[in-house]
């Protein structure tokens, strides 16, 4: 998600980020009003769904969080060989601490600390800047950037490995069904043992996410495999089509298991779900794996296959999308303040939210992805619409 490749071939991922970054933005702004919660805003929130209102939108857009972040590590693995092999190990790492570390290190020690302490001051808590950096659970949690101090970890440690090994000997085997099969089961078999220890949305320092790296790892991994297999260019349509098969079938049976199994009121009934050694904790693993490899593997076929990304707009909406992932934290929570005395419910606010921080966060990275091509050599700037 945080590697931006102007060839050609890579134009459709590029917008595919796109579209995720935007859907993590709305996703963040409706749990905001959630009583299930996962957005810092639900600590302070002034209203929540209705519980009915609630299982409806956990049906609808659930299931896509159980392997949205997923993506992001598999399109970043289909890149990074390739940025290593361009740039060398040395200045590839060099490239990610600034773009990813230190990022991560102001959102982690100002910019959301910052954020957080106005949403509780908003909602009448004493507190201070200092106690929320120092106090707050988790320690040096960065909101959502969470997510580029991992991609640091892996993308550092895959180039240790790729300047000691080197670039692949051989043609490497094809990828099959069979190998995407085993991919999902590895991943839903250590996900359930993470998560004996560390429960879905647990915190660790640094928010470090531990009980989704066995999705993150694992997909981060799978996409350096297939772009050794040309899956940047083109992922095999026999492929593709089963792969998205696969998703409509859980993304149909997870809604009526989840019912049948009780659920009625996520809030109160999600415990099991989250970890431990039970069935409901297997089946949300195995459920997740199959979602994001076959959901993964799918939604950058379809994108290959549609040329998604064609055109300047697309192409100026592609740049801006890092920044606007960068500055949602505080958009997010600066508009649910703004929007705090108003008394209207939370299936109003929540959309409303929505709307706005994609508005404004995209309009901001507009201004920073322009701002940053200026200050290129004329020789280095984009070409638009390419």
């Known amino acids: 998600m945080l590697h931006h490749d102007t060839r050609p071939h890579a134009t459709h991922l590029d917008a595919l980020r796109t579209v995720l970054v935007a859907w993590v933005i709305a996703g963040h702004a409706l749990m905001g009003y959630s009583a299930v919660g996962g957005w810092a805003y639900d600590e302070v929130h002034e209203v929540t769904f209705t519980p009915a209102a609630e299982l409806v939108l956990v049906a609808l857009l659930g299931p896509t969080g159980l392997f949205v972040i997923g993506v992001f590590f598999f399109v970043s693995g289909l890149l990074t060989e390739s940025a290593l092999a361009r740039h060398g190990a040395g200045a590839y790492v060099r490239s990610r601490m600034l773009r990813l570390g230190l990022p991560w290190a102001a959102s982690a020690l100002l910019v959301w600390p910052a954020s957080v302490w106005l949403a509780y001051t908003a909602a009448g808590r004493d507190v201070s800047f200092l106690w929320v950096l120092t106090h707050r659970q988790p320690l040096l949690d960065s909101g959502s950037l969470w997510f580029a101090l991992v991609l640091l970890v892996y993308s550092v440690a895959f180039a240790a490995w790729y300047r000691l090994s080197g670039p692949p000997a051989a043609a ?205 050599p004329p020789a280095q700037r984009p070409v638009p619409g390419a």
């Open 172 to 376: 490497p085997r094809p990828l099959t069904a069979a190998h995407l099969g085993g991919a999902a089961v590895a991943v839903a078999l250590v996900s359930f043992v993470v998560r004996l220890v560390f429960s879905a949305r647990s915190g660790q320092v640094g928010d470090l996410h531990l009980w989704q790296w066995p999705q993150c790892a694992g997909m981060f991994v799978l996409g350096v495999a297939a772009a050794r297999r040309g899956w940047v260019a083109q992922v095999p349509d026999r492929i593709r089509r089963g792969c998205g098969v696969a998703v409509l079938a859980v993304l149909v049976l997870l809604p009526v298991a989840a019912l049948a199994s009780g659920v009625r009121d996520v809030a109160r009934d999600a415990g099991p779900y989250l970890g431990g050694w039970n069935a409901a904790a297997l089946a949300t693993a195995a459920a997740e794996a199959v979602l994001v490899v076959a959901g993964s593997v799918w939604l950058v076929g379809l994108a290959g296959h549609h040329g998604l990304g064609a055109g300047p707009r697309a192409t100026a909406l592609a740049r801006a999308a890092f920044p606007a992932f960068v500055v949602q934290g505080p958009v997010l929570i600066g508009l649910a303040v703004l929007l705090r005395p108003l008394d209207l419910p939370a299936e109003v606010k929540a959309p409303l939210v929505a709307a706005a921080a994609l508005w404004v966060c995209f309009g901001l990275g507009r201004v920073v992805s322009r701002r940053r091509d200026r200050a290129r």
